[in-house]
């Protein structure tokens, strides 16, 4: 897969901060900085299947971002982003 455009919609983006506490930067941080991606559901919309990506931001948190991906523009919608379990960074670190 390869992301060439990440875009966070804003109101996406106001949800994360109050919900998670994640901006868009750190999420976006984690797709750029090699992330771990795997499937995670089909979307609503045939060809907009829903990616699960785990990583670090440059600073060192550990984030899941789950996104969008276009295929046809390689670009990347953020849907959601939040720090990770502690079952999903220990399969991190794992890897």
Known sequence: MRIESIVCPEYIEEKLQAKHGVTCYEAEQVLLNRPRIRFAEQG?????????????????????VFFIY???????????????????RKAYGRK
């Not at 060809?47 to 990583?55: E, N």
């Not at 276009?70 to 990770?84: E, H, L, Q």
């Open 44 to 64: 609503h919309t045939e060809g907009d299947d829903v990616y699960a990506a785990f990583g670090q931001t440059f600073e060192g948190r550990y984030l899941s």
């Open 70 to 88: 276009k295929p046809d523009v390689r670009t990347a919608i953020i849907i959601s982003a939040r720090d990770m379990s502690n079952k999903e």
